[in-house]
């Protein structure tokens, strides 16, 4: 169905930060399919991996037990400290899941009406009840009646969320993005999770966060939420779980992990042997790679870079990010600069909220990747003006 605005290129075969389409010409990919491809393309241990699982096993059900499913919940609950986990196939799966936690731990109090509390500018997928807790007006757009139970408020005042608490009953929870990928790579002052933390504490609450684009690694450390020093009650993962296997993961602590029991939510698909195996090869290769570290340091050249070649560019708003999650904030709309890139510069790049270019490269980017992304990204933003727009 029409339900993309797509470029006219397709690939046919990648490698690392590389894709080839089928003429033969080489792109370097700075968007690795949106925070998916971590690893890269094509990494030899995930299609080995991938190859042995699938002469296996690939699928049974889970009406029956999944070692590999275990093995991952296993490991997922070391890396994060959330000791239980439900397996799904996608971002916004995982967000439902959470949805449900919340709304049941409502519901166990008495709560008949549940309140999530959700911010400006979220993005949490696009089924029915995380449309309704996206911010998105141009998404959400002739799918009313939206899903009740969400109320919002802007993202990064924690003031906003404790006034809350004062005025409005029936809250269950806050759902939110440690850092806002789709709506334009926006970071929250320091110090606002261990705010929020605080405010879930005291109103018996739970703080749910939504690490589908920033988890494993992306932001330089696992998950966003670690340099706070707090932890969450439930943290939503997929995306680069599986480096382009579809997996997703709602992982809970010990307020939220006992809620959901048997029969109250499943998924036919999900955390079946061949993606849980390959999620547990794509762990075992960020881990043995460091890559959280990596992503810290190419982040940091990527924005010096950046900073470096557009620096008083007076169409340049701002540079931002976290680790390799970086965003260019323009004066102007910018969606152009992506084919711009594709055509001039062989690149991929990614533009949100009309006016920012994001920038997510693959963790085992090299140097000289990033070196390249930086440059040819200053060439565009410099050779290009608003009334190029049209
Ligand atoms: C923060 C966040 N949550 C949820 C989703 C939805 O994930 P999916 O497309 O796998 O459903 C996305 C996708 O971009 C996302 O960035």
Not at 263 to 277: E, I, M
Request: charged share 20%; with cysteine; aromatic share 6%.
């Amino acid at each position: 169905m029409n339900t993309y605005a797509r470029l006219p290129v397709s690939f046919v075969r990648g490698q690392g930060s590389r894709l080839w389409d089928a003429a033969g010409r080489e792109y370097l990919d700075a968007t690795a399919g949106v925070a998916v491809a971590g690893l890269g393309h094509a990494h030899p241990a995930v299609a080995e991996v991938l190859a042995e699982q699938a002469h296996l096993l690939v699928h049974t059900s889970n009406l029956w037990g999944i070692e590999w499913q275990a093995r991952l919940g296993e490991r997922l609950a070391r890396l994060s400290g959330l000791e239980r986990a439900f397996f799904c196939n996608s971002g916004c799966e995982a967000n439902e899941a959470a949805i449900k936690l919340a709304r049941l731990h409502g519901h166990r109090q008495g709560i008949e009406r549940p309140l999530i509390v959700v911010m400006q500018g979220a993005f949490h997928g696009r089924t029915l009840a995380t449309l309704s807790a996206s911010d998105s007006p141009k998404a959400q757009a002739g799918f009313g009646p939206l899903v009740e139970g969400f109320v919002r408020v802007p993202f990064g005042d924690a003031g906003a969320v404790r006034a809350l608490a004062r005025q409005q009953p029936g809250i269950v929870a806050v759902l939110l993005e440690p850092v806002q990928g789709e709506s334009g790579v926006r970071l929250p002052p320091p110090g606002y999770l261990r705010q929020l933390r605080d405010v879930c504490d005291e109103e018996g609450w739970l703080l749910m966060l939504d690490e589908v684009q920033t988890g494993l690694g992306r932001t330089g450390h696992w998950f966003a939420f670690q340099p706070s020093g707090i932890r969450p009650d439930v943290m939503t993962l997929a995306k680069a779980l599986g480096n382009g296997v579809p997996i997703g993961a709602c992982l809970a602590g010990a307020r939220a992990s006992q809620l959901f029991g048997p029969g109250q939510h499943g998924s036919t698909f999900g955390g079946n042997p061949l993606a849980c195996r390959t999620a547990c090869t794509v762990l075992d290769t960020i881990e043995g790679a460091s890559l959280p570290r990596r992503a810290a340091e190419l982040g940091l050249r990527l924005l010096h870079q950046l900073d470096a070649g557009l620096a008083g560019h007076h169409d340049v708003l701002d540079i931002r990010g976290s680790g390799l999650l970086v965003g260019i904030e323009l004066a102007w709309p910018c969606g152009h600069l992506v084919q711009r890139a594709l055509h001039e510069e062989a690149l991929l790049i990614n533009v949100t909220r009309d006016t920012t270019v994001r920038l997510l490269p693959p963790l085992t980017s090299s140097i000289d990747d990033i070196d390249r992304t930086a440059e040819a990204v200053v060439r565009l933003v410099r050779t290009s003006q608003a009334r190029q727009v049209a």
